[in-house]
Nanobody, 123 residues
Framework: QVQLVESGGDSVQAGGSLRLSCAAS????????MAWFRQVQGKEREGVAV???????TYAESVKGRFTISKDNAKPILSLQMDSLKPEDTAMYYC?????????????????WGQGTQVTVSS
């Protein structure tokens, strides 16, 4: 099992930056793909970025060039650096993990989820 706890959500103005963190505990030794998702109330959860245990990454088109996903395996902590934020980035952001799989940006691929952290971007 893997337990995930997100932090770092806040309210910022458009153009600003935020850094989200996700602390993992439990089985953090097995090769793990970890990802960030976001969800606006009433809409489907969408993938933002994933970092896989083979060190490859994938980003949603809407965040490419603005967001950077990284993972510190020693701690272990997953981060999401978000720059040039836009009002449409406003959402609840979730951290997710799956062991022994090079996953993508589909929520169904991930059995382990955090509780979420709110990001609000005002214009």
């Amino acid at each position: 099992q893997v337990q995930l706890v997100e932090s770092g959500g806040d309210s910022v103005q458009a153009g600003g930056s935020l850094r989200l963190s996700c602390a993992a505990s439990g089985d953090t030794v097995s090769p793990t793909s970890m990802a960030w998702f976001r969800q606006v109330q009433g809409k489907e959860r969408e993938g933002v970025a994933v970092t896989r245990y083979d060190y490859t990454t994938t980003y949603a088109e809407s965040v490419k060039g603005r967001f950077t996903i990284s993972k510190d395996n020693a701690k272990p902590i997953l981060s999401l650096q978000m720059d040039s934020l836009k009002p449409e980035d406003t959402a609840m952001y979730y951290c997710a993990a799956v062991r022994w799989r090079t996953a993508g940006l589909t929520p169904a691929e991930y059995p382990h989820w955090g509780q979420g952290t709110q990001v609000t971007v005002s214009s």
